[in-house]
């Protein structure tokens, strides 16, 4: 079975020097291939394949000498997620690839290589960057993704496998449902109801004082990057306070019960009403119904 785990690390000064330079070379051989893609598709109705893609990388590097600073397997792993965006665009499962910007998320993922060495993680070319390891892991290590948050925080994403199979389903002893709402988040079928935190409401007022701030600061200025600096603090710790309450509920839900039911809602249509689509969104209902999902298989619940 797989699991992830995620962990804060703390890059020293020239670490994180290293890794931004990682992060610009996928970025930019993302952006390189997912345009090669679309001009053959236009010129001659076909897609490139995976390996191609890879193949293209030794004459790129010695064209351009800088993209021989990250770990190769970083650039291999973007050929990868590049082709998987597309099985899942043609999948309908999402939306076609978009070009990267250096603004927002950035990541880079190492499929091997990584070690862990007590408080520390021992990464490629990097070397070894301090951990917050607060929870163990058995198994081994399939992959790991280092990302950059838009707030400046880095964390480590560890993909592993386990080697158990998937427990067997438990009998059935108490079976509940569940209505989602904006008023309560939920009401169960026991009667129990758990209330809407709202987190983004609380944060709204701050948050707009802070966006008046970015708008006035001058663009390219150290001051406008501090203050999108700010901007993506205040969206961090709303989307942290939403994560930990879905966490939490969802756990209590599953730890007590063998079958849940939960209804089906379109929530891509429901969105579409402008009078609710900002309390729909800040709510969090699919990330709450994916993380039911999740946590009811891994513990042989339905």
């Known amino acids: 079975m797989y699991k992830a785990y995620k ?9 994180e020097t290293l890794l931004t330079k990682s992060f610009g070379c996928a970025r930019w051989f993302w952006n390189y291939a997912l345009n090669l893609c679309q001009e053959t598709y236009k010129n001659t109705g076909k897609g490139l394949s995976r390996g191609y893609i890879q193949g293209l990388l030794p004459a790129l590097k010695k064209e351009y000498e800088w993209l021989k600073d990250p770990y190769s397997q970083c650039l291999q792993v973007v050929a990868l997620n590049l082709f998987t965006a597309y099985k ?5 499962r999402a939306i076609l690839p978009r070009f990267k910007s250096k603004h927002g998320r950035q990541s880079i993922g190492y499929p091997q290589n990584v070690k862990f060495n007590g408080d520390y993680i021992n990464l490629p070319k990097i070397g070894l960057v301090h951990c917050r390891l607060h929870r163990g892991f058995e198994g081994n290590i399939k992959t790991v993704t280092v ?15 386990d080697g158990k199979a998937n427990p067997e389903l438990l009998s059935v002893d108490k079976a509940i449902g569940v ?6 988040f939920a009401i169960t079928s026991d009667g129990s109801k758990f209330y809407n935190p709202k987190y983004f409401v609380k944060r709204q007022r701050n948050l707009k004082r802070k966006q008046q701030k970015l708008s006035r600061k001058q663009k390219g200025s150290q001051n406008r990057k501090k203050a999108r600096l700010a901007v993506a603090k205040v969206h961090s710790k709303t989307a942290r ?17 063998q079958v849940i039911a939960v209804e ?3 929530i891509k ?7 609710l689509a900002k309390a729909i969104s800040d709510v969090g209902w699919g990330m709450f119904c994916t993380m039911l999902k999740y946590k009811t298989e891994s513990d042989g619940k339905t």
């Open 241 to 257: 306070c939403r994560e930990d309450f879905l966490h939490k509920l969802s756990r209590k839900i599953v730890n007590e019960n």
């Open 88 to 92: 899942n665009f043609f999948g309908k």
């Open 264 to 266: 089906n809602l379109n």
């Open 7 to 15: 962990y804060r690390i703390y890059p020293t000064s020239e670490q």
């Open 269 to 275: 249509g429901m969105v579409k009403n402008h009078n």
């Open 147 to 161: 990302s950059r948050n838009p707030d400046g925080k880095y964390l480590v994403s560890v993909l592993v496998d």
């Open 179 to 184: 209505d989602v709402g904006l008023t309560h």
